[in-house]
């Protein structure tokens, strides 16, 4: 995402129109033209810091802040087309546009920026001893700490903190824990932050509205209990299970003190922080890199674009998930969409989250659901090492509780399968992850799914499950072995799949059984055709049998074997269909690719 200040948002602010930015966009907004300020440092080095009063101290200190921002432009690495762009989202002055460049790539800082970055925080730093109290000029001095880097000096600074509202202190240091990537640590002083600070600023900070789309707000509004389902969001929008604390909730919590701290401060786009400058970072964060654009003929306006980082990704969960399993068994994978959304972020640790291609299970017992995950670890990067350890996880939330199920430390290009038993739960999300720190990837399977208690004599199907070619186990805890990694298949190999059918041997009953398998995302005239049987039978292949329930009640565990004749390379999946006389008959599918 990238926020540049050109001609078209000088427009939106005259005409009292606004805009923001998203991720890998870009964002801008156009100042007024700025004469050099009158020199400052000289006049504030005329008097000791004791001889300053409060008033005198705070006003030069936002003087001093002006300044670095104005010359900080001056020197920005240059670019073309910063302003071109059409918006694909207004807030207040700023136009927030999703430029699709993935391969941007910081350029370094100029020199003279950062020492003028250093300047400005001795400047600060002496005005500070007259007005220890100021809250402004503290953020100030962490704000421009933490953008230079400087992290242990920043820390040192806000554990000596004494401002007044010591809520702010602790807010302060979540901001610096959070960008040194403790994130429990960050989440800890932050809940402290937020059970001192006044309940109106609290609300507003924890709200997580200026984020949500329609569908979600609709979905919040419409639950009983406002605050459960809020911490369900944010408890969902956590973008890696793997790592310690919730990295997208201390993230939201910083970019409100980054807020705060800037509060009528001037931005590198030259323009006064005021509320649409708040939501556009609570939206999309701030920019990690500033660029400024050589003007077109006739503009005069300053043009700066912000960059933030170009594979950040929408990590709220999608209404569907929310509400996977609550009309039923079936699961609702969650996918990572492209384009532009309301809000984004991605932690600090990545430079790509992606989605993890594998399978995960459920298989219900008396005691909870076993869920079973199955994937092979993406290869690395181009030019990367051919080998890197792994993290992997598999873990389900449920009422905005996430626990670990299990967890495996492998390589890349390994399988890896997990299994743990989750708790009942009538809506929650299961999710399959890797971690490779050394190539700053990450990949994940997060699926919306039900768990809730299956009454003992309800006939009930589980997931299908791809196994190994050939596989042939005798039961659940033997076919946890040897689930498939991939839901990809040759042409022409064995397509084994395993389930379980609940809810038999309570009294004598025949089972049938009718597997076949069928295309995915036909058109509608292909269906229609299909209905009219003048395009052919829909199976590629079927097999059907039938045989006699058990004689005690527990679960009845099958694996039937389908061989593929020769399909065409597509999206496929297998359908079984299982019909007990007296009861309405289950439908299961497993989705899957032919190449």
């Known amino acids: 995402m990238s926020i540049p200040i050109p001609l078209t948002t000088a427009l939106l602010a005259c005409c009292g129109l606004a805009a923001a930015a998203p991720a890998h966009a870009s964002r801008s907004g156009a100042g007024e033209p700025h004469p050099e300020p009158a020199p400052l440092a000289a006049a504030i080095s005329l008097q000791a810091p004791n001889a300053i009063d409060s008033a005198d101290a705070h006003s030069r200190a936002r003087a001093l802040q002006t300044r670095f921002e ?21 807030i207040g002055r700023l136009c927030i546009w999703d430029d699709g460049d993935e391969d941007w790539e910081p350029r370094e800082e100029p020199e003279s920026i950062r020492a003028r970055r250093l300047e400005l925080l001795t400047e600060l730093a002496s005005l500070a001893r007259a007005v220890p109290g100021d809250h402004w000029i503290f953020g100030q001095r962490i704000r421009y700490s933490v953008e230079a880097g400087l992290l242990p000096e920043a820390e040192a600074l806000v554990r000596g903190c004494g401002l007044p509202a010591r809520w702010r202190c602790n807010a302060f240091l979540g901001y610096v824990h959070h960008h040194q990537e ?66 997208r909730w201390s993230a939201h919590l910083s970019r409100r003190v980054y807020a705060m701290s800037s509060d009528g401060a001037l931005s590198p786009h030259q323009l006064r922080w005021a509320d649409d400058m708040t939501e556009a970072v609570v939206r999309y964060g701030w920019p990690i890199a500033w660029e400024r654009s050589w003007p077109r003929a006739g503009q005069s306006t300053i043009q700066v674009t912000g960059r933030d980082p170009p594979a950040s990704v929408r990590t709220l969960p999608p209404r569907d998930v929310l509400d996977g399993g609550s009309e039923g068994l079936d699961a609702v994978v969650w996918e990572i969409p492209d384009g532009h959304a309301r809000s984004v972020y991605l932690p600090p640790y990545l430079d790509t989250l992606g989605a993890l291609g594998g399978q995960t299970g459920r298989f219900w017992r008396g005691d909870g659901v076993i869920l079973i995950g199955a994937a092979t670890v993406p290869d690395p990067p181009a030019g990367a090492p051919s080998r890197e350890p792994v993290a992997a996880g598999l873990f389900v939330e449920t009422q905005g509780v996430v626990r670990t199920l299990g967890r495996a430390a492998v390589e890349t290009g390994a399988v890896v399968r997990l299994t743990g038993v989750a708790p009942w739960a009538d809506r929650a999300v299961a999710s399959l992850e890797t971690w490779a720190p050394g190539h700053r990837r990450a990949h994940r399977l997060r699926r919306g799914v039900g768990l809730r208690r299956l009454p003992p004599d309800l006939l009930a199907l589980s997931d299908l499950v791809l196994l190994e070619a050939g596989a042939e186990p005798a039961g659940l805890e033997a076919m946890a072995d040897v689930v498939r990694a991939s839901t990809h298949v040759a042409a022409d190999e064995d397509l084994t799949v395993a389930f379980e059918v609940y809810g038999l041997g309570f009294r004598a009953e025949g089972i049938g059984f009718s597997a076949w398998v069928e295309r995915r995302n036909e058109g509608v005239l292909s269906r229609f055709g299909r209905w009219l049987r003048v395009r052919g039978p829909r199976e590629e292949v079927s097999i059907r049998w039938e045989e006699s329930g058990p004689e005690l009640p527990r679960p009845l565990f099958r694996t039937l074997r389908l061989r593929l004749p020769g399909l065409d390379p597509g999206e496929y999946q297998v359908v079984l269909e299982v019909s007990v006389h007296g009861r309405a008959p289950l439908v299961g599918r497993r989705a899957f690719t032919v190449w």
Not at 70 to 90: E, K, N, Q, Y
Not at 215 to 240: M, Y
Not at 242 to 247: P, Q, T
């Open 182 to 247: 403790d994130f429990a640590g960050a989440e800890s002083v932050f809940a402290r932050a937020l059970a001192a600070m006044p309940a109106d600023t609290a609300g507003s900070w924890a709200d997580p509205q200026p984020l949500l789309d329609a569908e979600l707000r609709e979905w919040l509004e419409a639950q009983p209990d406002s605050a459960a389902a809020a911490g369900r969001l944010w408890a969902l929008a956590d973008p890696l299970f793997l790592v310690d604390g919730n990295e």
């Open 70 to 90: 104005r010359r900080r432009v001056r020197d920005l690495p240059r670019t073309l087309g910063g302003g071109s762009h059409s918006c694909d989202a207004i």
